[in-house]
Each structure stands twice: as structure tokens, then as C-alpha cells.
């Protein structure tokens, strides 16, 4: 088929669809990419053809996110997409990080699901249909493509991007409110409306973290599938890939994560710790204090005499003790106090959150319903 005509025809499958059957969903896929020149073509191609083949499942679009590459990624998809009538480009002028490039995805989309991709298909496409099908099945508004939940996979993966990986998960489940395996990946399909819906503001890799403990807090349903990821597939013998993961900045964005889910517990977890070397250290002053009181009966028959001289004896014996012992209370009473705070600000900025959607939900109903009379 020629390139006019490969046009023409999705394009005549594009305006087409009004005919088809109406209980078929739009399904947007979106790809973000910054300087992948070097696979855009052939791995859009791949996706494509997939997406072809499962028209009988769902209709679909597919967003390429070229988020400010210095490379010609942006080219190439470009003329990938003149090709492809449902296919579309979306720039950025420079490079605003994944957050903001999957947020302008997001409002773009127009699809009833949307399916979010790395575009070096480490994650193969065969599992957008099994999200898809998951999703459908189980009535969910999030599915989450997990290769650490049993029945997944990790493959050709550098130890040191799977190690940080492995355990930012496993930080953000034991801080998560809900029983997840993997948090921080990026493939996942979404109900349309209920993403839309969400006012999402991270900039960085945390969009994810921020999508599930928004969605949570709405009381969505989030589920699990098994999947691989391989960052060699092919298992081509010339594959050579590095992680491109600026690690210092991952790693602040998963505590940051963390603090979202459940911020008290990097305030009252330290200060319980230093309550309980206050009490160790005050434990000590103690046992000594009265351990010397036999050794000063010379000073007198007064006993707060001899308990003052007792005290200062064990102060010669450790000052240490007594300066960790303030120091460790005066630390542990702070900590637990921002502890509590966090705790109560918290839950302020969860009413707000609910309030804010639902203003916004009235809002947008109510500009719908404007439009409406006026077509």
C-alpha cells in the first residue's frame, strides 16, 4: 500500500466510525518521548500495527508527546503522523519533564480510556489489551501494568535502576493506603473521565504517585495485572541501554511520595525514636544517680542533699548521657508535634480536594449543559 493510500484508508476508517458500532470505546494511548530519534519510527510502527489489529475491540488515537527533544524525535513523529490520521504530535518548546508532558496528554485525549506508554516498549503493547480487557471486566478507573506483583516479570534491567525501583515501591506500598505492588510505573490505563476529573499538579516522575493517592482518596477502584518488563525483548546481542534516570531526583520524588501518602510518619516515627533514646539516656541518669546515693551518706542526713550530690556524680561519670537525654526529648516532642499537625493538615487538604471536585465537576456539568442549548 502506497503512502496516499495508507492515508486515505485511516482516514476513511477515521470518519467511518459514526457508522460503526456505538458500544466500542475510544481508547487514547499516549506515548510521551524526549530524544528517542533513534527508535521513534520503528516502535510507533510496532504500536501502530497493534492498534490496527484490535479495531474490533476499541476505536483508538494515539498522542506522541514530544517533550522538548534536542534530537529530531519531534520530526520523525511528525512524519509518522502524516501519515496516520490517528495519529497526533504534541510539543513541547522545551523540555518540561514527564509530569507536565503527561498532563497535557491527559487534556488532550478525548478517549473513554487512556492508556499511558513508555515509548522504548519495554513494556510490550500486548499489554494495553490485557489492561483494557481488565479494566472493563472489572469495573475499575485505574489498572496498573505491575511486573512486582506475583506472576510479573524484570528483565535486562540495570541492577542499580531495578534495585532503586524495587524498593521505591516498596516504600510507597508500606505508606500507600492501598495494597499495591507498583506504584511509581507508568503504564496504566485510566477511565477518560475520572482522570480528566483529577487536578493534578506534579511536574516530575511523582505525577504517578500523585494520580494514585488522588484517586484513592476518591475512593476509586485501582487493581493489578501481571507484566514484563524487558528493556531487551529481542534480546538483540548488540543491546546496549543505559537508565537515563536522573537518580537524586528520583529519589527525592519517591520520599516526596511518601510524604504525600502518609506525611506523619517522617515526623512521628524519628520522634519516637528519639523519645525512646531520651528515656534510654534518662533510664541511665537514673540508675546511676541512685546507684551513688550509699556513696554520699558522709554529706548529711538531708536527702535532697545527697540525691543533688548523687546526680552530680553521675554527671561527672557520663555528662554525655544528661546533654543526649535533653536533646533527644526536646527533638522528640518537635517531631511528634509536626507529626500531629501533618495528621491534621492532611485531612484539611483532603475536604478541600473533595470539595474542589465537586465544584469543579458542577462546573464543567454546568458549562456542558450551556453549551448544549446553543448547538
Known sequence: MTTAESLSYDRSRNVNRKDEATNIPLLSVIVPGYNEAEIIEKNLEILHQYLCINEYR?????????????????????????????????????????????RYAFNESQGAYVVTLDIDLSYAPEHIGAMFDAIVREHAKIVIASPYMEGGKVANVPRIRKFLSINANRFLSATSEEDLATLTGMVRIYDGTFLRNLSLRSMDVSIHAE??????????????IPATLDWNPTNDQNFNRSSSMKIRKSIFAYLFSGFMFKPFIFFILPGLLFLLLSFYSTFWVFAHTFRNLPLVQHLGNSYATRLSAAVAEAFQQA????????????????????????????????????????????????????GSKYN
Open 58 to 102: 476499541f476505536h483508538w488515537e494515539l498522542l506522541v508527546i514530544n517533550d522538548g527533544s534536542t534530537d529530531n524525535t519531534g520530526e520523525l513523529a511528525e512524519r509518522f503522523a502524516g501519515h496516520h490520521a490517528n495519529v497526533r504530535v504534541l510539543h513541547h518548546a522545551v523540555n518540561f519533564n514527564l509530569g507536565q508532558a503527561l
Open 211 to 224: 494520580i494514585l493517592y488522588k484517586a484513592i482518596l476518591l475512593g476509586a477502584r485501582i487493581i493489578e
Open 319 to 370: 555528662p554525655h548521657t544528661f546533654i543526649i537525654a535533653g536533646i533527644a526529648l526536646m527533638l522528640a516532642i518537635q517531631l511528634v508535634s509536626l507529626g500531629v499537625l501533618s495528621m491534621q493538615n492532611k485531612r484539611y487538604f483532603e475536604e478541600l480536594f473533595y470539595l474542589g471536585t465537586d465544584i469543579y465537576k458542577a462546573n464543567k456539568h454546568a458549562k456542558s449543559n450551556h
